[in-house]
Protein backbone atom coordinates (compact mmCIF):
# COMPACT_ATOMS: atom_id res chain seq x y z
CA UNK A 1 0.00 0.00 0.00
CA UNK A 2 1.00 3.55 -0.26
CA UNK A 3 -0.28 6.19 2.39
CA UNK A 4 1.21 9.13 4.22
CA UNK A 5 1.42 9.32 7.77
CA UNK A 6 -0.72 12.81 7.27
CA UNK A 7 -3.42 11.23 5.36
CA UNK A 8 -3.86 8.30 7.93
CA UNK A 9 -3.56 10.21 10.97
CA UNK A 10 -6.77 12.56 9.46
CA UNK A 11 -8.67 9.50 9.02
CA UNK A 12 -8.62 9.60 12.60
CA UNK A 13 -9.16 12.98 13.26
CA UNK A 14 -5.54 14.30 14.12
CA UNK A 15 -4.96 16.74 12.37
CA UNK A 16 -1.55 17.74 13.79
CA UNK A 17 0.52 15.35 11.71
CA UNK A 18 1.92 17.44 8.66
CA UNK A 19 4.17 14.41 7.65
CA UNK A 20 4.38 12.79 3.49
CA UNK A 21 6.23 10.17 4.89
CA UNK A 22 4.99 7.75 2.96
CA UNK A 23 3.95 4.03 4.45
CA UNK A 24 4.38 1.02 3.00
CA UNK A 25 3.19 -1.64 4.56
CA UNK A 26 1.07 -2.31 7.51
CA UNK A 27 1.67 -5.63 9.87
CA UNK A 28 -0.16 -6.63 13.57
CA UNK A 29 2.58 -9.59 14.06
CA UNK A 30 6.13 -7.21 15.43
CA UNK A 31 8.19 -10.09 13.56
CA UNK A 32 6.96 -9.05 10.08
CA UNK A 33 6.89 -6.11 10.15
CA UNK A 34 9.31 -4.25 7.43
CA UNK A 35 10.46 -0.52 7.21
CA UNK A 36 8.30 1.85 6.93
CA UNK A 37 5.82 -0.02 8.30
CA UNK A 38 2.51 0.27 10.21
CA UNK A 39 2.48 -1.54 13.51
CA UNK A 40 -0.90 -2.74 14.42
CA UNK A 41 -1.27 -3.97 18.29
CA UNK A 42 -4.13 -5.93 17.97
CA UNK A 43 -4.87 -7.89 21.05
CA UNK A 44 -4.65 -11.71 20.88
CA UNK A 45 -3.24 -13.82 24.05
CA UNK A 46 -1.12 -10.97 24.69
CA UNK A 47 -1.72 -7.04 24.37
CA UNK A 48 0.13 -5.74 21.08
CA UNK A 49 0.77 -3.16 22.39
CA UNK A 50 3.83 -4.68 24.52
CA UNK A 51 4.95 -5.51 21.21
CA UNK A 52 4.98 -1.98 19.92
CA UNK A 53 8.78 -1.32 20.45
CA UNK A 54 9.58 -4.84 19.10
CA UNK A 55 7.82 -3.54 15.90
CA UNK A 56 9.71 0.37 16.19
CA UNK A 57 13.01 -2.13 16.10
CA UNK A 58 12.29 -4.04 13.06
CA UNK A 59 11.78 -0.63 11.28
CA UNK A 60 8.23 0.49 11.76
CA UNK A 61 7.77 3.80 11.51
CA UNK A 62 4.13 4.66 13.11
CA UNK A 63 2.13 2.53 15.39
CA UNK A 64 -1.41 2.79 15.89
CA UNK A 65 -2.05 3.60 20.05
CA UNK A 66 -5.80 2.52 22.30
CA UNK A 67 -4.05 2.88 25.35
CA UNK A 68 -2.85 6.34 27.99
CA UNK A 69 -0.95 8.25 25.55
CA UNK A 70 1.15 9.20 28.46
CA UNK A 71 2.80 5.74 28.05
CA UNK A 72 3.00 6.02 23.94
CA UNK A 73 6.77 5.74 23.21
CA UNK A 74 7.75 8.93 21.60
CA UNK A 75 10.46 7.77 18.86
CA UNK A 76 7.99 7.04 16.58
CA UNK A 77 4.46 8.41 14.84
CA UNK A 78 2.02 7.24 17.23
CA UNK A 79 -1.77 7.65 15.87
CA UNK A 80 -4.25 7.35 18.79
CA UNK A 81 -7.33 4.92 18.14
CA UNK A 82 -10.67 4.06 20.75
CA UNK A 83 -9.83 0.66 18.99
CA UNK A 84 -7.32 -0.61 17.33
CA UNK A 85 -9.49 -3.50 15.45
CA UNK A 86 -11.88 -1.25 14.52
CA UNK A 87 -9.35 1.29 13.61
CA UNK A 88 -7.23 -1.33 11.20
CA UNK A 89 -11.05 -2.20 9.29
CA UNK A 90 -11.28 2.03 8.68
CA UNK A 91 -7.94 2.05 7.18
CA UNK A 92 -8.83 -0.79 5.29
CA UNK A 93 -11.56 0.54 4.29
CA UNK A 94 -10.49 4.06 3.47
CA UNK A 95 -7.52 2.47 1.17
CA UNK A 96 -10.14 0.13 -0.70
CA UNK A 97 -12.16 3.57 -1.61
CA UNK A 98 -8.64 5.05 -2.78
CA UNK A 99 -7.68 2.13 -5.46
CA UNK A 100 -11.17 1.73 -6.12
CA UNK A 101 -10.34 -1.92 -7.82
CA UNK A 102 -13.62 -4.16 -8.55
CA UNK A 103 -14.13 -6.39 -5.84
CA UNK A 104 -15.55 -10.17 -5.41
CA UNK A 105 -16.67 -11.35 -2.49
CA UNK A 106 -16.76 -15.38 -1.99
CA UNK A 107 -18.53 -17.23 0.76
CA UNK A 108 -19.76 -20.55 1.78
CA UNK A 109 -19.39 -23.90 4.02
CA UNK A 110 -16.83 -25.30 2.15
CA UNK A 111 -14.57 -24.28 -1.10
CA UNK A 112 -14.30 -20.44 -0.40
CA UNK A 113 -10.91 -21.17 -1.35
CA UNK A 114 -10.36 -22.73 -3.99
CA UNK A 115 -13.00 -20.88 -6.10
CA UNK A 116 -11.17 -17.35 -4.55
CA UNK A 117 -8.05 -19.10 -6.48
CA UNK A 118 -9.95 -19.75 -9.53
CA UNK A 119 -11.62 -16.16 -9.73
CA UNK A 120 -8.17 -14.70 -9.50
CA UNK A 121 -6.92 -16.79 -11.86
CA UNK A 122 -9.27 -16.59 -14.49
CA UNK A 123 -9.52 -12.18 -13.33
CA UNK A 124 -5.35 -12.36 -13.38
CA UNK A 125 -5.82 -13.32 -17.33
CA UNK A 126 -7.08 -9.69 -18.34
CA UNK A 127 -7.01 -7.05 -15.22
CA UNK A 128 -3.75 -6.75 -12.15
CA UNK A 129 -5.75 -9.06 -9.56
CA UNK A 130 -5.00 -9.45 -6.62
CA UNK A 131 -6.63 -12.47 -3.60
CA UNK A 132 -7.26 -12.93 -0.14
CA UNK A 133 -3.18 -14.67 1.15
CA UNK A 134 -4.01 -18.14 2.04
CA UNK A 135 -7.15 -18.26 4.40
CA UNK A 136 -7.10 -14.52 5.61
CA UNK A 137 -10.68 -14.13 5.60
CA UNK A 138 -12.01 -12.43 8.80
CA UNK A 139 -12.80 -9.26 10.36
CA UNK A 140 -8.83 -8.93 10.86
CA UNK A 141 -7.77 -11.03 7.42
CA UNK A 142 -10.28 -9.19 5.39
CA UNK A 143 -8.62 -5.80 6.12
CA UNK A 144 -5.17 -6.85 6.17
CA UNK A 145 -5.66 -8.52 2.67
CA UNK A 146 -7.39 -5.18 1.73
CA UNK A 147 -4.38 -3.15 2.69
CA UNK A 148 -1.33 -5.31 0.90
CA UNK A 149 -3.13 -5.08 -2.13
CA UNK A 150 -1.25 -2.82 -5.06
CA UNK A 151 -2.01 0.68 -5.34
CA UNK A 152 -2.90 -0.31 -9.05
CA UNK A 153 -5.00 -3.29 -8.40
CA UNK A 154 -7.88 -3.52 -10.89
CA UNK A 155 -9.63 -6.91 -9.38
CA UNK A 156 -9.55 -8.01 -5.48
CA UNK A 157 -10.81 -11.43 -4.89
CA UNK A 158 -11.81 -11.68 -1.67
CA UNK A 159 -12.41 -14.95 0.37
CA UNK A 160 -15.19 -14.03 3.30
CA UNK A 161 -15.33 -16.37 6.21
CA UNK A 162 -17.49 -17.13 9.23
CA UNK A 163 -18.88 -18.92 12.08
CA UNK A 164 -21.15 -16.74 13.73
CA UNK A 165 -24.16 -14.94 12.18
CA UNK A 166 -23.89 -11.00 11.85
CA UNK A 167 -20.08 -11.65 10.90
CA UNK A 168 -20.60 -12.00 7.23
CA UNK A 169 -22.93 -8.42 7.39
CA UNK A 170 -19.82 -6.84 8.54
CA UNK A 171 -16.96 -7.71 6.16
CA UNK A 172 -19.78 -7.60 3.12
CA UNK A 173 -20.37 -3.71 4.17
CA UNK A 174 -16.73 -2.83 4.26
CA UNK A 175 -15.40 -4.74 1.05
CA UNK A 176 -18.98 -3.31 -0.68
CA UNK A 177 -18.45 -6.12 -3.83
CA UNK A 178 -19.66 -5.69 -7.17
CA UNK A 179 -20.24 -9.78 -7.12
CA UNK A 180 -20.29 -11.91 -4.78
CA UNK A 181 -21.09 -15.57 -4.24
CA UNK A 182 -21.87 -18.48 -2.24
CA UNK A 183 -20.68 -21.89 -3.07
CA UNK A 184 -22.49 -24.22 -0.65
CA UNK A 185 -24.99 -24.48 2.37
CA UNK A 186 -23.15 -26.85 4.22
CA UNK A 187 -23.25 -28.07 8.08
CA UNK A 188 -19.68 -26.30 9.13
CA UNK A 189 -20.46 -24.18 11.99
CA UNK A 190 -23.67 -25.60 12.71
CA UNK A 191 -22.53 -25.46 16.72
CA UNK A 192 -23.23 -21.61 16.41
CA UNK A 193 -25.79 -21.38 13.77
CA UNK A 194 -28.44 -23.67 14.79
CA UNK A 195 -29.70 -25.31 11.56
CA UNK A 196 -28.80 -25.50 7.97
CA UNK A 197 -31.73 -22.78 7.36
CA UNK A 198 -29.73 -20.82 10.10
CA UNK A 199 -26.58 -21.35 8.13
CA UNK A 200 -27.82 -20.14 4.74
CA UNK A 201 -29.14 -16.95 6.14
CA UNK A 202 -26.11 -16.18 7.70
CA UNK A 203 -24.42 -16.98 4.24
CA UNK A 204 -27.03 -14.44 2.57
CA UNK A 205 -25.30 -12.09 4.91
CA UNK A 206 -22.50 -11.33 2.05
CA UNK A 207 -25.34 -9.17 0.14
CA UNK A 208 -25.66 -6.60 2.66
CA UNK A 209 -22.91 -4.25 1.18
CA UNK A 210 -23.34 -5.59 -2.52
CA UNK A 211 -23.69 -2.70 -4.95
CA UNK A 212 -27.41 -2.70 -5.60
CA UNK A 213 -26.86 -3.30 -9.53
CA UNK A 214 -24.38 -6.21 -8.76
CA UNK A 215 -23.91 -9.71 -9.24
CA UNK A 216 -25.13 -12.60 -6.70
CA UNK A 217 -24.08 -16.38 -7.50
CA UNK A 218 -25.53 -18.88 -6.21
CA UNK A 219 -26.24 -22.95 -6.08
CA UNK A 220 -29.21 -24.13 -7.81
CA UNK A 221 -29.51 -27.12 -5.78
CA UNK A 222 -30.19 -25.54 -2.66
CA UNK A 223 -33.65 -24.72 -1.69
CA UNK A 224 -32.95 -22.85 1.39
CA UNK A 225 -32.08 -20.03 -0.45
CA UNK A 226 -34.94 -19.87 -2.88
CA UNK A 227 -36.71 -18.08 -0.37
CA UNK A 228 -34.28 -15.31 0.61
CA UNK A 229 -33.68 -13.92 -3.06
CA UNK A 230 -37.00 -12.83 -3.70
CA UNK A 231 -36.67 -9.20 -2.30
CA UNK A 232 -32.66 -8.89 -3.42
CA UNK A 233 -32.47 -6.19 -6.19
CA UNK A 234 -29.48 -7.41 -7.84
CA UNK A 235 -28.88 -9.49 -10.14
CA UNK A 236 -28.83 -13.73 -9.72
CA UNK A 237 -27.21 -16.34 -11.49
CA UNK A 238 -27.70 -19.73 -10.02
CA UNK A 239 -25.35 -22.50 -11.18
CA UNK A 240 -25.38 -26.29 -11.00
CA UNK A 241 -24.27 -29.65 -12.60
CA UNK A 242 -27.41 -30.69 -13.97
CA UNK A 243 -29.40 -27.69 -13.27
CA UNK A 244 -29.70 -23.86 -12.55
CA UNK A 245 -28.64 -20.78 -15.19
CA UNK A 246 -25.07 -21.81 -16.00
CA UNK A 247 -24.49 -25.58 -15.79
CA UNK A 248 -21.90 -27.71 -16.89
CA UNK A 249 -21.35 -31.09 -18.57
CA UNK A 250 -18.53 -33.41 -16.95
CA UNK A 251 -17.22 -35.25 -20.36
CA UNK A 252 -13.69 -36.42 -18.62
CA UNK A 253 -12.40 -36.80 -15.32
CA UNK A 254 -8.90 -38.51 -14.57
CA UNK A 255 -6.67 -38.52 -11.53
CA UNK A 256 -4.93 -35.00 -12.65
CA UNK A 257 -7.90 -33.09 -14.15
CA UNK A 258 -11.78 -32.93 -15.18
CA UNK A 259 -12.72 -31.43 -18.07
CA UNK A 260 -15.81 -29.93 -18.86
CA UNK A 261 -18.34 -28.49 -21.13
CA UNK A 262 -20.33 -24.93 -20.40
CA UNK A 263 -22.87 -24.03 -23.75
CA UNK A 264 -20.21 -25.16 -26.42
CA UNK A 265 -16.32 -24.81 -25.02
CA UNK A 266 -14.50 -27.06 -23.61
CA UNK A 267 -13.03 -25.76 -20.14
CA UNK A 268 -10.58 -27.85 -18.24
CA UNK A 269 -9.51 -27.77 -14.45
CA UNK A 270 -6.26 -29.41 -12.79
CA UNK A 271 -8.31 -30.84 -10.26
CA UNK A 272 -11.39 -33.69 -9.12
CA UNK A 273 -14.67 -33.94 -8.40
CA UNK A 274 -17.77 -32.40 -9.49
CA UNK A 275 -17.44 -30.11 -6.50
CA UNK A 276 -14.79 -28.06 -8.25
CA UNK A 277 -16.52 -28.19 -11.54
CA UNK A 278 -19.00 -26.28 -9.55
CA UNK A 279 -16.71 -23.59 -7.93
CA UNK A 280 -15.12 -23.64 -11.48
CA UNK A 281 -18.84 -22.39 -12.54
CA UNK A 282 -18.41 -19.55 -10.00
CA UNK A 283 -15.35 -18.18 -11.43
CA UNK A 284 -16.98 -18.78 -14.60
CA UNK A 285 -19.84 -16.51 -13.48
CA UNK A 286 -17.73 -13.58 -11.77
CA UNK A 287 -14.82 -13.83 -15.06
CA UNK A 288 -18.08 -13.55 -17.08
CA UNK A 289 -19.74 -10.44 -15.22
CA UNK A 290 -16.86 -8.45 -15.06
CA UNK A 291 -15.82 -8.69 -19.16
CA UNK A 292 -13.02 -11.77 -18.90
CA UNK A 293 -13.64 -13.65 -22.42
CA UNK A 294 -14.36 -16.88 -22.73
CA UNK A 295 -10.89 -18.14 -23.95
CA UNK A 296 -9.27 -16.09 -21.34
CA UNK A 297 -11.53 -18.08 -18.74
CA UNK A 298 -10.64 -21.59 -20.61
CA UNK A 299 -6.81 -20.56 -20.08
CA UNK A 300 -7.20 -18.91 -16.01
CA UNK A 301 -8.84 -22.25 -15.21
CA UNK A 302 -6.44 -24.49 -16.38
CA UNK A 303 -3.80 -22.87 -14.85
CA UNK A 304 -4.74 -21.98 -11.53
CA UNK A 305 -3.22 -23.60 -8.87
CA UNK A 306 -4.65 -24.72 -5.61
CA UNK A 307 -3.45 -23.88 -2.09
CA UNK A 308 -1.09 -25.99 -0.33
CA UNK A 309 -2.53 -29.28 1.04
CA UNK A 310 -5.93 -28.96 0.09
CA UNK A 311 -6.92 -32.14 -2.29
CA UNK A 312 -3.05 -32.93 -3.13
CA UNK A 313 -2.16 -35.49 -5.03
CA UNK A 314 1.29 -37.16 -3.37
CA UNK A 315 3.60 -40.23 -4.42
CA UNK A 316 3.93 -42.14 -0.83
CA UNK A 317 7.51 -43.92 -0.46
CA UNK A 318 6.70 -47.47 -1.99
CA UNK A 319 4.62 -45.69 -4.94
CA UNK A 320 1.37 -45.85 -3.76
CA UNK A 321 -1.24 -42.81 -4.58
CA UNK A 322 -2.29 -40.41 -1.69
CA UNK A 323 -4.79 -37.94 -2.07
CA UNK A 324 -4.28 -35.59 1.00
CA UNK A 325 -7.46 -33.66 1.69
CA UNK A 326 -6.02 -33.03 5.68
CA UNK A 327 -6.55 -29.40 5.81
CA UNK A 328 -10.09 -29.65 7.14
CA UNK A 329 -13.35 -31.72 7.11
CA UNK A 330 -16.84 -31.86 7.60
CA UNK A 331 -19.25 -33.80 6.65
CA UNK A 332 -20.22 -32.68 2.88
CA UNK A 333 -16.73 -32.25 1.75
CA UNK A 334 -15.85 -35.70 3.54
CA UNK A 335 -19.13 -37.07 2.00
CA UNK A 336 -17.85 -35.68 -1.74
CA UNK A 337 -13.89 -36.57 -1.26
CA UNK A 338 -15.12 -40.25 -0.53
CA UNK A 339 -17.33 -40.20 -3.55
CA UNK A 340 -14.88 -39.34 -5.87
CA UNK A 341 -12.53 -41.77 -4.68
CA UNK A 342 -14.80 -44.29 -5.26
CA UNK A 343 -15.63 -42.68 -8.64
CA UNK A 344 -12.35 -42.56 -9.81
CA UNK A 345 -11.05 -45.15 -11.90
CA UNK A 346 -7.64 -46.86 -10.27
CA UNK A 347 -5.55 -50.27 -10.86
CA UNK A 348 -5.72 -51.02 -6.74
CA UNK A 349 -6.91 -51.09 -4.28
CA UNK A 350 -8.47 -47.94 -2.61
CA UNK A 351 -7.88 -47.04 1.46
CA UNK A 352 -9.19 -44.31 2.80
CA UNK A 353 -8.09 -42.52 6.30
CA UNK A 354 -10.60 -40.74 8.22
CA UNK A 355 -10.24 -38.56 11.12
CA UNK A 356 -12.67 -36.62 13.11
CA UNK A 357 -14.63 -33.66 11.75
CA UNK A 358 -14.72 -30.97 14.88
CA UNK A 359 -17.21 -28.42 15.66
CA UNK A 360 -20.10 -30.20 14.81
CA UNK A 361 -22.12 -29.92 18.00
CA UNK A 362 -25.02 -32.21 19.39
CA UNK A 363 -25.52 -33.85 16.10
CA UNK A 364 -21.88 -34.92 15.38
CA UNK A 365 -21.98 -38.61 16.62
CA UNK A 366 -24.75 -39.27 13.83
CA UNK A 367 -22.97 -36.79 11.35
CA UNK A 368 -20.35 -39.31 11.48
CA UNK A 369 -21.95 -42.05 11.21
CA UNK A 370 -23.73 -41.15 8.16
CA UNK A 371 -20.36 -41.06 6.65
CA UNK A 372 -21.03 -44.92 6.13
CA UNK A 373 -23.39 -44.07 3.63
CA UNK A 374 -20.50 -43.27 1.04
CA UNK A 375 -18.33 -45.93 2.27
CA UNK A 376 -18.84 -49.27 -0.35
CA UNK A 377 -16.90 -52.39 -1.47
CA UNK A 378 -14.81 -50.16 -3.73
CA UNK A 379 -12.63 -49.64 -0.80
CA UNK A 380 -10.59 -51.97 0.96
CA UNK A 381 -9.28 -50.83 3.87
CA UNK A 382 -10.89 -47.97 6.33
CA UNK A 383 -8.65 -46.59 9.21
CA UNK A 384 -10.35 -44.58 11.44
CA UNK A 385 -8.70 -41.84 14.28
CA UNK A 386 -10.62 -40.22 17.19
CA UNK A 387 -12.92 -40.31 19.32
CA UNK A 388 -16.00 -39.32 17.32
CA UNK A 389 -15.40 -41.75 14.14
CA UNK A 390 -15.70 -44.53 17.24
CA UNK A 391 -19.58 -43.75 15.88
CA UNK A 392 -18.14 -44.22 11.69
CA UNK A 393 -16.70 -47.50 13.28
CA UNK A 394 -19.87 -48.59 14.72
CA UNK A 395 -21.55 -47.99 11.91
CA UNK A 396 -19.63 -49.51 9.39
CA UNK A 397 -18.99 -52.95 11.19
CA UNK A 398 -23.10 -53.30 11.42
CA UNK A 399 -22.38 -53.19 7.79
CA UNK A 400 -22.41 -56.63 5.56
CA UNK A 401 -19.56 -55.76 3.57
CA UNK A 402 -15.71 -56.84 2.54
CA UNK A 403 -13.95 -53.68 3.53
CA UNK A 404 -11.76 -54.27 6.96
CA UNK A 405 -11.99 -51.31 9.17
CA UNK A 406 -9.92 -49.99 11.85
CA UNK A 407 -10.11 -47.38 14.45
CA UNK A 408 -7.51 -45.43 16.72
CA UNK A 409 -7.91 -43.10 19.74
CA UNK A 410 -6.37 -39.73 19.44
CA UNK A 411 -3.57 -40.55 21.05
CA UNK A 412 -2.34 -43.95 18.78
CA UNK A 413 -1.27 -41.87 16.35
CA UNK A 414 1.85 -43.45 15.81
CA UNK A 415 0.21 -47.20 15.77
CA UNK A 416 -2.04 -45.75 13.03
CA UNK A 417 0.92 -44.94 11.14
CA UNK A 418 2.48 -48.11 11.45
CA UNK A 419 -0.21 -50.11 10.84
CA UNK A 420 -1.22 -47.96 7.30
CA UNK A 421 2.64 -48.53 6.45
CA UNK A 422 2.41 -52.15 6.84
CA UNK A 423 -0.94 -52.32 4.99
CA UNK A 424 -0.01 -49.71 1.70
CA UNK A 425 0.89 -51.79 -1.58
CA UNK A 426 2.55 -49.82 -4.09
CA UNK A 427 -0.78 -49.87 -6.34
CA UNK A 428 -2.96 -48.77 -3.98
CA UNK A 429 -4.91 -45.00 -3.98
CA UNK A 430 -5.55 -44.10 -0.26
CA UNK A 431 -7.23 -40.72 0.22
CA UNK A 432 -6.62 -38.73 3.88
CA UNK A 433 -8.90 -36.53 5.42
CA UNK A 434 -10.37 -34.71 8.72
CA UNK A 435 -10.00 -31.86 10.41
CA UNK A 436 -7.00 -29.71 10.73
CA UNK A 437 -6.70 -29.97 14.57
CA UNK A 438 -6.51 -34.19 14.23
CA UNK A 439 -3.36 -33.15 12.42
CA UNK A 440 -3.31 -35.63 9.81
CA UNK A 441 -0.55 -33.96 8.08
CA UNK A 442 1.99 -36.00 10.20
CA UNK A 443 0.36 -39.09 9.04
CA UNK A 444 0.74 -37.95 5.31
CA UNK A 445 4.38 -36.70 6.12
CA UNK A 446 5.08 -40.37 7.62
CA UNK A 447 3.50 -41.86 4.30
CA UNK A 448 5.87 -39.84 1.60
P1 LIG B 1 -12.09 -22.81 5.19
O1 LIG B 1 -13.41 -22.69 5.88
O2 LIG B 1 -11.10 -23.61 5.95
O3 LIG B 1 -11.54 -21.50 4.72
P2 LIG B 1 -12.78 -23.22 2.44
O4 LIG B 1 -14.23 -22.95 2.38
O5 LIG B 1 -11.86 -22.14 2.01
O6 LIG B 1 -12.37 -23.73 3.87
P3 LIG B 1 -11.34 -24.95 0.61
O7 LIG B 1 -10.10 -24.76 1.38
O8 LIG B 1 -11.43 -24.34 -0.74
O9 LIG B 1 -12.58 -24.50 1.49
O10 LIG B 1 -11.67 -26.50 0.44
C1 LIG B 1 -11.67 -27.35 1.57
C2 LIG B 1 -12.23 -28.69 1.20
O11 LIG B 1 -13.63 -28.58 0.97
C3 LIG B 1 -11.69 -29.27 -0.11
O12 LIG B 1 -10.51 -29.94 0.07
C4 LIG B 1 -12.81 -30.19 -0.52
O13 LIG B 1 -12.75 -31.40 0.17
C5 LIG B 1 -14.06 -29.47 -0.05
N1 LIG B 1 -14.73 -28.68 -1.10
C6 LIG B 1 -14.18 -27.83 -1.99
N2 LIG B 1 -15.10 -27.24 -2.76
C7 LIG B 1 -16.29 -27.72 -2.36
C8 LIG B 1 -17.65 -27.50 -2.76
N3 LIG B 1 -17.97 -26.66 -3.74
N4 LIG B 1 -18.61 -28.17 -2.11
C9 LIG B 1 -18.31 -29.01 -1.11
N5 LIG B 1 -17.07 -29.29 -0.69
C10 LIG B 1 -16.06 -28.65 -1.30
MG1 LIG C 1 -10.55 -21.06 3.09
Not at 232 to 255: C, H, M, S, V, Y
Not at 415 to 442: F, R
Amino acid sequence: MKLTVKEIATLFGQNEFQEETIISTIEFDSRKITSGGLFVPLAGERDGHDFVAAAKENGAVATFWSRDLKDAPTDMVVILVADVLAALQTLAQYYLQKVNPKVAAITGSNGKTTTKDMTAAVMATQFKTYKTQGNYNNNIGMPYTILHMPTDCEVLVLEMGMDHAGELTELSLLAQPDAAAITIIGEAHIENLGSRTGIAKAKMEITAGLKRDGLLVIPADEPLLTPLIVDLPQKITTFGLDRGNLTATITKEDKAKTTFMIHKTEYTIPVIGGYNVKNALIAYALGKYFGVSPQNIQRGLAEFQLTKNRTEWLAAKNGAQILSDVYNANPTAMGLVLDTVSNLKTDGRKLAVLADMLELGPDSKTMHANMAYHIDDRFSVIFLYGSEMKALFNALTQKDSQFTVYHFDKENKAELIKLIQAELQPTDTIVLKGSNGMGLTEVVSALV
